[in-house]
């Protein structure tokens, strides 16, 4: 069974609107921590967000926010005014286990977003 | 902080031959990954090191795979008896352990002929 979902292969936005990218993810560990990264065409990948399984707020950066949904196991990231330079793919991930122990890290199949002028 | 670095960049081998790549992570960074990303899909994780310390390996690292961190700071990665599935861009990240947050290099793109 998949462990990160992605449901958007592609998604599009106009510049200086708000998007969401969708992630739902599966794991029985209480202990988790979920993630969001960006994969421009030069291919790096680019931290942008992370939240605890424990975590009570949802996670905030700048222009990057996560919309937190640990019932229905949803983690999906909010970018607001989008630039064209966030053109890119977008993955989430999630860390199964505690931090500071064993862990296993698993990657979506992405969500290709592009900002139109 | 120059950030992550892998060598090389771009590798071209032929089946059967024997492949190692180098990561050098973000020095004061005890913690390092490696990962493999076919073209459309995610980054599939292989293996990380705490310090020198290998703690986790994926069921993906076949037995032709090893990795290695013998002083704790930089790492190879190596790939024996290479097959055409291999070819794949090899990701390396660094992190601190005390937090989440990894560091990715550049990658190294890997094509068997």
């Known amino acids: 069974a998949q462990k990160i979902t992605q449901t958007q292969p592609g998604m599009f936005v106009q510049e200086k609107e708000a998007v969401t990218l969708d992630c739902t993810y599966d794991?029985?560990?209480?202990?988790?921590?979920l993630f969001w990264y960006k994969q421009p065409s030069s291919g790096e990948m680019i931290f942008l967000i992370y939240?605890?399984?424990?975590?009570?707020q949802n996670a905030t950066e700048g222009r990057y926010s996560l919309n937190f949904q640990k019932a229905r196991k949803s983690a999906n990231l909010v970018i607001s005014a989008s630039q064209l330079g966030d053109s890119a793919m977008y993955f989430c991930?999630?860390?199964?286990?505690?931090?500071?122990?064993?862990?296993?890290?698993?990657f979506g199949p992405g969500t290709r977003l592009s900002v139109l002028p | 902080d120059t950030g992550v670095s892998q060598d090389p960049r771009h590798k071209i081998t032929k089946r059967g031959q024997n492949v190692t790549f180098r990561c050098d992570p973000i020095?004061?960074?005890?913690?390092l990954y490696w990962y493999r990303q076919t073209l459309g899909q995610g980054p599939e994780f292989l293996t990380y090191f705490q310090n020198e310390a290998q703690l986790e390996k994926s069921r993906l690292l076949s037995d032709r795979f090893s990795a290695e961190r013998p002083k704790g700071s930089f790492s190879t990665l190596e790939i024996q008896r290479t097959e055409q599935g291999d070819s794949a861009m090899y990701l390396c990240?660094?992190?601190?352990?005390?937090?989440?947050?990894?560091?990715f290099g550049p990658g190294t793109r890997l094509t068997v002929t």
């Open positions: 020095s004061e960074h005890n913690r």
């Open positions: 939240q605890g399984s424990y975590d009570q």
């Open positions: 990240a660094s992190s601190l352990e005390s937090v989440d947050e990894q560091y």
């Open positions: 991930a999630m860390r199964e286990g505690k931090r500071n122990y064993g862990q296993n890290f698993v």
């Open positions: 794991t029985s560990d209480p202990s988790y921590g």
